[in-house]
């Protein structure tokens, strides 16, 4: 994909806006927030939580091997890797959204404005294309959803504040890093895929041999 033609200027702000969306500080982040709600008494909430992100993260790794295995059999549907920065940020939001609303009416809000947002951002830096991004918020909120619907009533004692703060300061801790995760991923595809004979031969397959 071609990325948008920008200001240089303005890129380091758009991969400043992305970063927040990186597993390197998405996945600490997570921990952080289960160990807080975990914390105020809500075990449930913590373990449904730690689930179902995980579950999201799974689902976003086999929708990235299947699609990076098999490009040219979804080739037209120019999807070769769903975005796992949108599904993060998309899960994440939406997630906490679901967990301290309870309210249906702000999943979708909460989880579709931190898609557009990091969504946006992966566009104008020309690594995914709209489809790819598209795939990736879908993902997030099933993630989202599937958290309302078991997590279960948080208990009163719960505090939005002290939430806040452990973003903040994961946020602040670990924004900017990244994890080489993409190329791992893109090597593991080529041998998932040697297992499947609609795959095999393909081109993406020789661009992994030769990376």
Excluded at 116 to 134: C, D, K, M, N, Y
Excluded at 194 to 203: D, E, L, S, V, W
Aim: glycine letters at 8%; proline letters at 7%; one cysteine or more.
């Amino acid at each position: 994909m071609t990325p948008f033609v920008i200001p240089f200027a303005y890129t380091d702000r758009v991969k400043y806006l992305t970063d927040f969306a990186d597993q390197a500080l998405i996945l600490p982040l997570v921990l952080a927030i289960a160990v807080a709600l975990a914390v105020q008494g809500w075990r449930r909430g913590a373990l449904t939580w730690l689930i179902v992100v995980a579950g999201t993260f799974a689902a976003t790794l086999g929708f990235k091997l299947l699609f990076l295995g098999c490009s040219p059999v979804f080739g037209p549907m120019d999807v070769h890797s769903p975005s796992g920065h949108v599904a993060a940020a998309t899960v994440v939001t939406g997630g906490l959204a679901a967990l301290l609303t309870r309210h249906r009416t702000t999943i979708l809000p909460a989880a579709l404005l931190a898609a557009i947002v990091i969504g946006v951002s992966r566009l104008i830096l020309g690594a995914h294309t709209l489809p790819e991004v598209i795939v990736g918020a879908l993902i997030g909120l099933a993630g989202a959803a599937t958290l309302l619907r078991v997590a279960g009533t948080p208990p009163p004692t719960l505090r939005i504040v002290p939430l806040i703060a452990v973003i903040v300061v994961v946020a602040a801790l670990f924004h900017g890093l990244h994890l080489p995760a993409e190329a791992a991923i893109r090597h593991t595809a080529f041998r998932v895929t040697q297992f499947i004979p609609a795959c095999r031969g393909t081109p993406i397959l020789q661009q992994l041999l030769a990376s």
